[in-house]
């Protein structure tokens, strides 16, 4: 079936780090999505020029038709400043979506392996959509998150991320930083390496579900070091955001 256009209308944003803020969409005709879907938006000028770009969702299917993005601002982008530097409450936007059927997860789903989820920057989003959907269906096997960002200032979700791990034993969370050395920092402070899966992970089993996401450079060492870790790529789907 093919995905018609709509508007739909933010009825709030939510300024998560320097650079990016989450919208929150009103959808009238949604249908239901599965974590790690994404939707796109189009923009028109007066003048009837149109660009259009994809953003994963954030929220967990559970919350229906209230539908979240998380934008991160890109110097010089022609969509992503318009989204996080204008748009406002009240904006009603052209998107159409759930689109993909590939990169997602359900709770329900089996076998049910441990989740592995690996984050490059706004690579969080659609994980965070699945450890969303994750906290309303909780399941026994485990979930551990890596998620790598610049600084610690640049987290996104981060108190969210913390609360869901303190209060979920199966979750263990850890948070990268590669251009930073915070004082009385717990996670890392480097790139993503062999060594750090191997810290992580232990070596009890290498057969997780994994999901990863991030800039296309990120995704490719993660996925090439995973496997370098015993992980089948059969195991492995990535979401690219170029
Ligand atoms: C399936 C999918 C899901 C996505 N989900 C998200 C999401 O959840 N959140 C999100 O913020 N983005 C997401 N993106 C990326 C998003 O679609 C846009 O590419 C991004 O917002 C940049 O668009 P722009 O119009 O601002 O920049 P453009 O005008 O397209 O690009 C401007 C310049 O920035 C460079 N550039 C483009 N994208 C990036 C980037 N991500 N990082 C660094 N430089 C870049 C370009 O090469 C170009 O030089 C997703 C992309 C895909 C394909």
């Known amino acids: 079936m093919k995905l018609k256009w709509q508007i739909a209308e933010v009825t709030e944003t939510i300024q998560e780090t320097a650079q990016t803020k989450s919208l929150i969409f009103d959808v009238p005709e949604w249908q239901e999505h599965f974590a790690g879907q994404h939707i796109d938006i189009r923009l028109t000028a007066e003048d009837g020029y149109q660009v259009e770009r994809s953003y994963s969702i954030s929220s967990p299917p559970e919350n229906g038709q209230k539908v979240a993005i998380t934008v991160e601002r890109v110097e010089d982008g022609e969509v992503s400043p318009y989204l996080t530097d204008i748009v406002e409450k009240g904006y009603k936007l052209e998107l159409r979506g759930p689109i993909g059927g590939y990169f997602v997860w359900k709770a329900n789903q089996t076998p049910t392996k441990p989740l592995l989820l690996i984050a490059g920057g706004s690579g969080i989003v659609p994980l965070m959509s699945m450890l969303r959907h994750r906290n309303l269906n909780p399941i026994n096997s485990g979930a551990v ?37 915070p004082v009385n920092w717990q996670g890392y402070t480097r790139r993503i390496d062999l060594q750090m899966f191997e810290e992580v992970l232990g070596k009890m089993t290498t057969d997780y579900n994994v999901f990863i996401c991030g800039s296309t450079s990120f995704v490719e060492a993660a996925a090439d070091l995973l496997q370098e870790f015993g992980v089948s790529p059969q195991n492995i789907k990535t979401e690219r955001f170029g």
């Open 145 to 181: 998150l890596i998620y790598s960002a610049k600084a610690t200032a640049d987290i996104i979700y981060y108190d969210e991320l913390n609360e869901l791990t303190k209060k979920d034993g199966t979750l263990k969370t850890v948070f990268v930083v590669t251009r930073e050395q």
